[in-house]
């Protein structure tokens, strides 16, 4: 059963400045989709980029992105120049090719100071 | 899109009770999941359906549990005898596709007393 872990139960950052946020699974599949989503305190889960295994690009939208090692099995989140709307837990999904359920990591709780 | 809501919000029951939700997908979203997430964790698969089709069901979903989507609409999940270790978040999401986002709602927290 593929697995995924975030090491990182919590983080912090200063406002204005980049964090980086670790994720790593483990599957013998080789098609395959990885999320990161945010939920914010109280309110619900959103998506915050998505990453098609198949594909070598890293995906970005706009302040986030992420650094995908296949050989790895790592999917790290980079957001750059932090907001105060940034605190949330953050977590890291996979999802087999021919499955349709997530399987999340333990999340990692983002702090922003002003 | 309105976006995908749950009701009721909030519900605590005590011991035993039966206790039903409701979750309303994304209108013309053929797919719908259910998760629970517990404090201080991820959320965890329980059960999809594709259309009315209830298609995988994890094994948390133990006999207690029963989850339907007549008319491949609405979905409810019932959980019967309620016990302490229920309490928790139950997120319900929804998808266009096999390979679309999963979109998912606000939740509802029920806390077993």
């Not at chain 1, 305190?41 to 706009?62: D, G």
Request: hydrophobic fraction near 30%; proline fraction near 4%.
């Amino acid at each position: 059963a593929q697995t995924v872990t975030q090491s990182q139960p919590e983080m912090s950052v200063q406002e204005a400045e980049t964090v980086t946020l670790s994720c790593t699974y483990d599957t013998s599949e080789s098609d395959y989709y990885l999320f990161w989503y945010k939920q914010p305190p109280s309110r619900q889960m959103i998506l915050v980029i998505r990453q098609e295994a198949y594909k070598q690009q890293n995906a970005t939208e706009n302040r986030f992105s992420v650094n995908f090692q296949k050989a790895a099995k790592s999917f790290s989140l980079k957001i750059s120049d932090s907001q105060l709307g940034d605190a949330a837990m953050y977590f890291c999904a996979y999802r087999s090719q021919g499955a349709q359920k997530l399987v999340f990591g333990q999340g990692t709780r983002l702090t922003i100071n002003p | 899109d309105t976006g995908v809501s749950q009701n009721p919000r909030h519900k605590i029951t005590k011991r035993g009770q039966n206790v039903t939700f409701r979750c309303d997908p994304i209108s013309e979203h053929n797919r719908l999941y259910w998760y629970r997430q517990t404090l201080g964790q991820g959320p965890e698969f329980l059960t999809y359906f594709q259309n009315e089709a209830q298609l995988e069901k994890s094994r948390l979903l133990s006999d207690r549990f029963s989850a339907e989507r007549p008319k491949g609409s609405f979905s409810t999940l019932e959980i019967q005898r309620t016990e302490q270790g229920d309490s928790a978040m139950y997120l319900c999401a929804s998808s266009r596709g096999a390979t679309d986002t999963q979109y998912f709602g606000p939740g509802t927290r029920l806390t077993v007393l």
